[in-house]
């Protein structure tokens, strides 16, 4: 059976193509489609990155389960035994069709319910950050250090439209003791904002594909990802996740409770 330093190694240029594909396409050759609602976009690059990644994935690990957003994967996941890949082919499909930046392509490998692989390509900056379990985590080749254990009001946090549009006390509260507020649209740049300091939290509602691979990148930096009343999450269902340093989530912890 192929090692997981050889689906590391394979997954990083699987990644890359997918990012390759979108970016050579994003100025004109593609088609936009709405999916739930007109705020709810799918693109032909979507679809295309993800037969691109899956039809990979299935020939260097066949035995595992895929999960994925766009309907190329496995249809029905129940369990996460073995390996499970959790595979965004587009990250922020919006941002793509209206700024041609701050989207991503997100993949991650789950070992038996572990966080064990992860990657978020930047397609813009064409920074692809990556990570193993107890491995670190880089940006390209350069390995990325624990961020700073920030507190709340000394952090800018990110949150999406839904929570910020809300009227919810408790997430205004949290909103109103950050040093700053920012809306990417994107979940894979926001979690990138976490790992990299930029960011003292994230607070989202996350579906498997949004969350996977940031959240195997967090944890491995040290960095909480937890539901927002601080229970843990679990990856197959929509969660509301909070992404943060220990700090922020001691602070919005005690707003919260
Ligand atoms: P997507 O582009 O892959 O759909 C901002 O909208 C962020 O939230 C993006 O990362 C987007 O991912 C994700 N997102 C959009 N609609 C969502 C929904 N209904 N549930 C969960 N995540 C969503
Ligand atoms: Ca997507």
Do not use: C
């Not at 082919?89 to 069709?97: A, C, E, L």
């Not at 379990?133 to 254990?149: E, M, R």
Request: glycine letters at 8%; aromatic letters at 6%.
């Amino acid at each position: 059976m192929i090692s997981i330093e050889e689906l590391d190694q394979k997954a990083q240029q699987i990644i890359r193509q997918a990012g390759q594909n979108a970016y050579q396409k994003m100025e004109n050759d593609y088609q936009v489609d709405t999916k739930t609602n007109y705020t709810d976009l799918v693109t032909t690059i979507d679809r295309e990155n993800e037969q691109l990644i899956n039809d990979q994935l299935r020939k260097i690990d066949p035995d595992s389960q895929i999960l994925s957003e766009e309907g190329f994967g496995d249809q029905q996941i129940s369990n996460m035994q073995g390996h499970v890949w959790i595979v965004d082919p587009i990250d922020g499909t919006m941002n793509f069709v209206k700024q041609h930046n701050n989207f991503a392509v997100m993949l991650a490998l789950y070992v038996d319910g572990q966080p064990t692989l992860g990657y978020i390509l930047d397609v813009i900056n064409n920074r692809l950050y990556h990570g193993r379990k107890g491995a670190g985590v880089y940006a390209n080749n350069q390995k990325i250090s624990q961020p700073a254990d920030l507190g709340l009001r000394e952090s800018l946090l990110a949150m999406n439209r839904i929570l910020t549009l809300s009227g919810d006390s408790a997430l205004k509260k949290i909103a109103q003791d950050a040093i700053g507020l920012r809306m990417y649209g994107s979940a894979g740049i926001e979690m990138i904002g976490v790992i990299t300091g930029q960011l003292g939290g994230y607070i989202s509602n996350l579906k498997p594909w949004d969350l996977a691979a940031g959240r195997m990148l967090a944890e491995e930096l040290g960095l909480v990802v937890k539901s927002i009343d601080g229970s843990s999450i679990n990856v197959l269902s929509s969660n509301l996740v909070l992404v943060a340093t220990r700090q922020v989530s001691r602070d919005i912890r005690q707003i919260i409770n």
